[in-house]
């Protein structure tokens, strides 16, 4: 078996691995659920729209699924304390997500355009609302999370839902939501054609402008903010124990890793040139090219996340030598293993079965193909 360290740092790779896979497979129908009452007209039009995602949004659930369940076995203290301090936001992104299953399935089933016009906005909800929070959880994790343990090692959250909605937290939440709603239009505009391709390419060049400003806007204020750094010893394969270490905040703390490894910049930079390059290929209708750099884009923003706050998972302001980290939040070295060995088997199947599914579906689909399916489509 590997050893302790080598495993944590694994595990700190694989999260960021599939939490990357749920932003770019479930982001990209949350992006065209963004898009729908915008880039379809009327009622043909959007149920083309829900039949480019219809069939598979919720096999790219298993992505989330497997995301969520990740952390709670890799990172249990993390899990605890971060569906503790965010829990009425978590809720509120579970509630938005409750709108996609009915909204596809049932959306279709009664021929009244006030019934299915209150579901296009459901699915609406239920694609910009989890992209928007999740943005502003990490615009949170950035500035640090309001909370300290006790004796027992028993989290408290000592903020508030509202103090959620700070305005640089904000900011990271525009960041996600443009990202994925540009993500979202180059893949409908990769399945569609005509009047819709045509709209669903001025949503995602207009969400990748906002989404690189956006995220320099970002890059610069998160120089200025208090950072964390860690200024005691540390034992990368000793047991967990978050309170064993000291830690500060220093304004531009965040940059000690781009410092220490300069090839870390290739992570912004890929973010930005993913969003200008997906934005010109739209443009000149290379669509496929288009949806992968704008998966690559998603990978230089969240990479870049990452790589700031390593090795720090979910820094405490209240008390920061509480503060999580990839070294002391861990699970058992036994059960990190395991988890890997069960990984290692089961994500190539994920990553099978996904690609022959997207094999199968691939294709346009029309507004001919509706009315010839039109009580079997979505």
Known sequence: MLDYPTLKIIWWLLVGVLLVGFAIMDGHDMGVGTLLPFAGKDDIERRVIINTVGPHWDGNQVWFITAGGAIFAAWPLVYATAFSGFYWAMLAVLWALFFRP????????????????TWDWGLFVGGAVPPLIFG?????????????????????????????????????????????????????????????????????????????????AAGFWLHAIDGYRIVSPVSPGALPD????????????????????????????????????????????????????????????????????????????????????????????LTLGIMLVATLIFMPLIVLYTGWAYRVMRGKVTAAYIRENNHSAY
């Open 136 to 216: 502003v959880a990490f615009g949170n994790l950035l500035q640090g999370v309001p909370f300290q343990f006790d004796d027992y090692l028993v989290s408290t959250y000592t903020g508030s839902f509202w103090q959620l909605l700070n305005p640089f937290a904000l900011l990271a939440g525009v960041v996600s939501s443009a990202m994925i709603t540009m993500h979202g239009g180059a893949y409908l505009a990769h399945r569609t054609e005509g009047a819709i391709q045509a709209r669903a390419i001025k949503g995602a060049v207009i969400a990748a402008a906002v989404m690189v400003i956006a995220f320099v």
């Open 102 to 117: 009915v909204g596809f399935d049932y959306r279709s089933k009664i021929d009244n355009p006030a019934w299915r016009k």
């Open 242 to 333: 978050p309170m064993s270490k000291s830690v500060v905040r220093e304004a531009g703390a965040w940059m000690d890793n781009y410092a220490r490894q300069p090839l870390l910049w290739l992570l912004p930079v890929l973010g930005l040139a993913g969003a200008f390059l997906a934005a010109i290929l739209l443009i000149v209708r290379r669509t496929l090219s288009a949806f992968v750099a704008s998966a690559l884009a998603t990978v230089g923003v969240i990479g870049t996340a990452g790589a700031s706050m390593f090795p720090f998972i979910m820094p405490s302001s209240s008390m920061p030598d509480a503060s999580l980290t990839v070294w002391d939040s861990v699970s058992s070295h």
